[in-house]
């Protein structure tokens, strides 16, 4: 729901079976590790609303393909990714994208 603002450390890390994700409009802040090792994540949806990646949030992901980006590519740009994340920012990013 739109009142998480906050994923935490390790929230999904392991979801070996998690495919897709949809980050709510609400979520500032997504913590290190949070999916880490989700092997068979493929895409990433993020609200315009995050601001932060920690460290190694998406590390070990190496299924993922695509990023739906809820803003536009000087906003995507705008947001602190930290260390070991390339898995995510290395993805075809599709900007201004609706759920």
Not at 12 to 32: A, D, P, Q, Y
Not at 82 to 98: G, M, P, Q, V, W
């Amino acid at each position: 729901p739109d009142s998480v603002t906050n994923l935490s450390y390790y929230a999904f890390s392991g979801c070996t079976s998690l495919e897709s994700v949809k980050i709510g409009n609400g979520v500032k802040t997504i913590n290190s590790k949070a999916f880490y090792n989700c092997t068979s994540l493929k895409t990433v949806t993020i609200g315009k609303s995050v601001t932060v990646i920690g460290e190694m949030a998406f590390a070990g992901c190496g299924s993922i393909t695509d990023v739906y980006y809820a803003g536009t590519q000087e906003e995507w740009n705008a947001i602190t990714v930290e260390d070991s994340n390339a898995r995510l920012t290395d993805a075809k990013i599709h900007y201004n994208h609706t759920a």
